[in-house]
């Protein structure tokens, strides 16, 4: 089952978001991989999709590290993909492709790339569509804005109030992302968010650890006072489902 359609989404079959997947070229590229493995690429130049996921796959690998460190590790790996060639020809071509599921009246999803230590997902809002506050546990997020725009905000969960049964959020940051603007999260910091398009919006998405049938089973969805609780700016009661 996958990590997202199960609450949220339908997970799409349309050719458009399909063709995106065969659109972007495999990492089974020995030369691509070995053009990324040597560094012969500059350190702040454009990358293509190869040389992107070989360079996250090498950062999301030290999670098993002792000295993994997810605030460094997010800020690396945005960095990494902001990197990524949007205007490419390749992935002009797969996100195009991707709006044939425009009209479907809900947000499309679909994988990008899963392995052990990570994922990547593709996501496409279209104006006005929204995920409406859920949590990633024990998960870190990267995500990258592609086209469009759209509205992030992330939150903490404050810790609960004895016999309370209701939870507290306190929202950190709000962001309105456009094309390269990266917004990050850990297992411990903005772990909780929000998303909502201005336009036709479409995300690359980095998870890493991936989602298993563990984090999934943990995963929450929240339904959220708008209103700040007992007028307290930034704050706002939330209970699950
Ligand atoms: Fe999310």
């Given at each position: 089952m996958d990590d997202y359609s199960r609450r949220a989404f339908i997970r799409t079959s349309l050719p458009g978001l399909l063709g995106l997947t065969m659109a972007l070229p495999g990492i089974t590229a020995l030369a691509t991989r070995a053009n990324a493995c040597s560094g012969?690429?500059?350190?702040d130049g454009a990358i293509h999709w190869d040389a992107f996921l070989e360079a996250i796959a090498r950062e999301a690998?030290?999670?098993?590290?002792?000295?993994?460190?997810e605030a460094a590790y997010v800020a690396t790996a945005a960095a990494i993909v902001q990197r990524l060639?949007?205007?490419?020809p390749e992935l002009k071509t797969a996100f195009e492709q991707a709006?044939?599921?425009?009209?479907?009246q809900r947000v499309d999803f679909d994988h990008l790339e899963k392995q052990r230590d990570f994922q990547i997902s593709f996501v496409q809002f279209e104006k006005g569509e929204e995920i409406r506050h859920h949590d990633h546990p024990g998960m870190t997020g990267v995500l990258l804005c592609a086209t469009g725009t759209v509205d992030v905000w992330n939150y903490d969960e404050l810790a609960p109030q004895p016999g309370a049964d209701t939870l507290l959020l306190k929202e950190i940051s709000r962001a309105a992302l456009t094309k390269s603007d990266v917004s990050t999260l850990t297992s411990k910091d903005r772990n909780i968010h929000r998303l909502q398009a201005r336009s036709l919006t479409q995300l690359v998405d980095i998870f890493a650890p991936p989602y298993n049938g563990e984090r999934i089973a943990r995963s929450r969805w929240f339904k959220v006072d708008p209103e700040p609780f007992q007028g307290r700016e930034g704050l706002f009661e939330a209970s699950l489902g």
């Open positions: 012969r690429i500059p350190q690998g030290r999670q098993h590290l002792d000295d993994w460190n060639d949007l205007d490419s709006k044939a599921g425009v009209g479907n």
